[in-house]
């Protein structure tokens, strides 16, 4: 059995210039109610080679003033290899993003976050490890009360090898929103 399990954070580093009505302050909106930290989106558990896991979170500025760029970034903790033979970055570099994105499909604000992550350990696909290298960042205006749903999608890719049986892992994901 190969798990992977998310965490959520937002990070609101107050050291941009306030505009002329206040500072853009990232929440997530988890069953109605607003929170900095929202529970595990993305989840798999059983994950066999061939198989998918999606997971939406929606974002919200719950501050003051308008952001004008988003990052999306993602670390790791808590690898587990009861057989010893595979590595966390191997295990995430078989974790292929299929889609990853920002906004509701086929509006103005949509955002195909995937074009935005490059192949930094160039295996030929954009994967976990990938995005664990090297950040998101985007230009992209939020207005205060506005909210934006991010949706992941990923794949353990099928002809991934025996070597992470049993493996378990978890993500955590920062957004931060700046003005
Ligand atoms: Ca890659
Ligand atoms: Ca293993």
Not at 8 to 23: E, I, R
Not at 84 to 96: K, Q, R, T, V, W
Request: a negative charge; aromatic letters at 14%; proline letters at 7%.
């Amino acid at each position: 059995m190969l798990q992977i399990l998310s965490q959520t954070y937002a990070l609101n580093p107050h050291y941009f210039a306030p505009s002329a009505t206040g500072y853009p302050d990232l929440c997530f909106v988890v069953d109605g109610n607003t929170a900095q930290q929202a529970p595990p989106f993305l989840r798999a558990s059983n994950f066999r080679p061939g198989d998918y896991a999606e997971g939406f979170l929606t974002l919200k500025n719950c501050g003051t003033g308008k952001s004008s760029f988003l990052s999306i970034s993602l670390s790791y903790y808590g690898f587990t290899d009861p057989n010893s033979d595979s590595s966390p970055e191997g295990f995430l570099s078989a974790i292929e993003i299929t889609d990853m994105s920002l906004g509701e499909s086929g509006s103005p604000v949509w955002r195909n976050l995937k074009n935005y992550i490059e192949d930094v350990n160039s295996n030929g696909r954009i994967d976990l490890h990938d995005l664990s290298l090297f950040p998101v960042n985007i230009q992209y205006t939020i207005n205060p009360d506005d909210g934006r749903e991010f949706y992941i999608k990923v794949r353990f890719i099928p002809d991934a090898g025996n070597e992470y049986q049993g493996d378990s892992i978890n993500l955590s994901f920062t957004f931060t929103i700046g003005g």
